[in-house]
């Protein structure tokens, strides 16, 4: 009753155990019966958040608009999902959900994302820390869609290649990034 297959997997050194068809079969099922649906339902909001962004973007900074106001809380309306599902997620995890780099990611992300629509209502969209918050915000925005393109068979291999070159790339970007800020 203690043995799990999948804790087993999780904790073994051997990966050619994953080119089993056996192991290929479970794992399949396990994605299909659990996983894609639960996956696909998360993307889904996340893309509903992007095109809420999206549309913020356009009106404050591209048109003339005077419902900036509406527009942020159209924000904050478009993060409930992953707050809410971070938060269960945090709860059911304990301590071990600090454990994991990418979940202070997606805290920075959710909690951004509502400090964003704060510092744009009272601020607005041309002040300087609605600016970079902006900025972060699409940086993490852009992580977070990776993430979800992973879920699409055939988008797989080209997000783990622009993962593992921008990776590579660290280095150079980090010289970059200082570059860009030393112009600015």
Request: proline share 3%; charged share 15%.
């Amino acid at each position: 009753e203690e043995v799990s297959l999948m804790h087993l997997c999780q904790d073994t050194e051997e990966l050619e155990i994953f080119d089993t068809p056996s192991l290929q079969q479970v794992i399949q099922y396990k994605w299909d019966t659990y996983g894609r649906e639960h996956h696909l339902t998360g993307c889904a909001m996340h893309m509903f958040y992007t095109l809420i962004l999206i549309i913020y973007v356009k009106n404050a900074y591209l048109v003339e608009n005077d419902q900036q106001t509406l527009y942020a809380i159209s924000i904050a309306v478009g993060i409930l999902y992953p707050a809410a599902y971070d938060f269960l997620q945090m709860i059911r995890a304990g301590m071990e959900y600090f454990g994991d780099v990418w979940n202070y990611a997606d805290i920075l992300y959710i909690y951004g994302s509502i400090g964003n629509m704060i510092i744009q209502i009272y601020l607005g969209p041309f002040h300087i820390l609605s600016r970079i918050m902006m900025c972060i915000i699409v940086l993490l925005l852009i992580t977070k869609t990776f993430f979800f393109l992973r879920i699409f068979p055939l988008l797989t291999p080209i997000v783990v290649m622009i993962n593992n070159v921008v990776y590579d790339l660290r280095i150079f970007l980090f010289f970059y990034m200082i570059l860009i800020i030393l112009f600015c």
